[in-house]
C-alpha cells in the first residue's frame, strides 16, 4: 500500500499538468474573456475607442453576452440545433438499439457484423462530411429519386434546404455513431439474464410484451451513457455541418456560429465570439446533466 501512496502523485501529476495547461487554463481564460472586448490579438479599451494598455480597461460586464443574444444568427443557429438534437437522438438510438438485438440474436459472424457496424466511427467528420454530400447530391438526387426514377422530392437537393438538411445531417450522424452504441447497447443486452425471458414465456409473454417489460428496463443504464452521449455529440457537432452544408440555407449550427462569429464581425470580436461558447457550454452542460439526473432515477425506480 506505501508503494502506491509513494508513487501515486509522481504518476498522476504529468496527468494534471497536461490537463491545467490543455483544458483548465484555456477555459478560465475564456471566461475571463467573455467579458471584455477581446479582439484575438489585444484587448479593445471602448471608452477611449483605441488598444487597452491592460486587461482591466477592456471589461465590458454583459455586454457581449447581451450582443450575443441579440444576434438573430445566434439565436437561429440556437433554435436549429435544437432541432437537429431532437431528431438525432432518437434516431441514432432507434438504430443503434436496434443493430444491438439484430447481433445479440446472430450466433454465427456476430463478431464481422459489429465490426462492420462500428467501421463508420472511425472516420473522420469532414470525410463523412464530404462522403454523404456525394450520396445526397449524386446518388439520391441525380439517380434514385431523380423523376427518371423513384422521384420522391424530398431526397433530393437535401443539403440545401433547412429542413431537409435536419434529416440529412442525421442521417449521417446516425450512419457514423449508431455502430458505437450499439456496442454499449450490447453489453447491457449482455447483462439481462435469459431467466427472465424464460419466465415471462412461461406466463404467455409475447416478444413485444417482454421487450417493454423487461429489456426497456434492464437497459435503463445503457440508455443513461448512450443518452448523456448522443445529447452531447449532437449539439458539438461541426466538422459535418461544415462538409455538409457549410452552414448555408440557414443550416448553421451552435459550434459553426461560434467558429464564423470572428468573421462575422469587423474588426473580429472574440469576445462576443466566447460569449456565445460559454452560453453553449452551460446549456450543453445543463441539457446533459438534467438527462442523466432523469434517467439515473429511472434507473432507480426500475
Do not use: C
Not at 96 to 104: P, S
Not at 168 to 196: C, E, F, K, P
Amino acid at each position: 500500500m506505501n508503494i502506491y501512496k509513494k508513487w501515486f502523485w509522481p504518476l498522476v501529476m504529468p496527468s494534471l499538468l497536461l490537463f491545467a495547461m490543455v483544458i483548465l487554463y484555456p477555459f478560465i481564460m475564456g471566461m475571463v474573456n467573455s467579458f471584455l472586448a477581446w479582439r484575438g490579438t489585444y484587448y479593445f479599451d471602448p471608452e477611449t475607442g483605441t488598444r487597452a494598455t491592460n486587461m482591466a480597461n477592456s471589461f465590458v460586464g454583459l455586454d457581449n453576452y447581451k450582443e450575443a443574444f441579440r444576434d438573430k444568427r445566434f439565436v437561429s443557429s440556437l433554435v436549429y440545433t435544437v432541432k437537429y438534437t431532437f431528431i438525432a437522438v432518437i434516431m441514432v438510438n432507434v438504430a443503434a438499439l436496434a443493430l444491438a438485438l439484430m447481433v445479440t440474436k446472430i450466433t454465427r459472424s456476430s463478431g464481422l457484423y459489429r465490426t462492420i457496424f462500428f467501421l463508420p466511427n472511425m472516420l473522420g467528420g469532414l470525410a463523412l462530411g464530404f462522403i454523404w454530400q456525394f450520396i445526397f447530391q449524386i446518388i439520391f438526387t441525380d439517380m434514385l429519386f431523380s423523376p427518371d426514377a423513384l422521384h420522391i422530392p424530398f431526397f433530393r437537393y437535401m443539403t440545401q434546404d433547412s429542413t431537409k438538411a435536419l434529416f440529412a445531417l442525421a442521417l449521417l450522424n446516425t450512419w457514423q455513431y449508431a455502430g458505437y452504441m450499439m456496442i454499449i447497447y450490447v453489453a447491457g443486452l449482455n447483462n439481462i439474464s435469459s431467466d427472465y425471458y424464460e419466465a415471462a414465456s412461461i406466463d404467455g409473454s409475447s416478444y413485444w410484451h417482454s421487450f417493454f417489460k423487461i429489456t426497456i428496463p434492464m437497459l435503463m443504464p445503457s440508455f443513461t451513457i448512450v443518452f448523456f452521449m448522443t445529447l452531447a455529440n449532437s449539439f458539438k457537432l461541426l466538422d459535418q455541418n461544415v462538409a455538409l452544408t457549410d452552414g448555408e440555407f440557414g443550416t448553421r449550427m451552435l459550434a459553426m456560429q461560434i467558429l464564423r462569429t470572428i468573421k462575422d464581425t469587423s474588426p473580429p470580436n472574440y469576445g462576443k465570439a466566447q460569449a456565445q461558447a460559454v452560453i453553449f457550454f452551460v446549456l450543453v452542460a445543463v441539457i446533459t446533466l438534467t438527462q442523466v439526473a432523469i434517467t439515473k432515477k429511472k434507473e432507480l425506480e426500475m
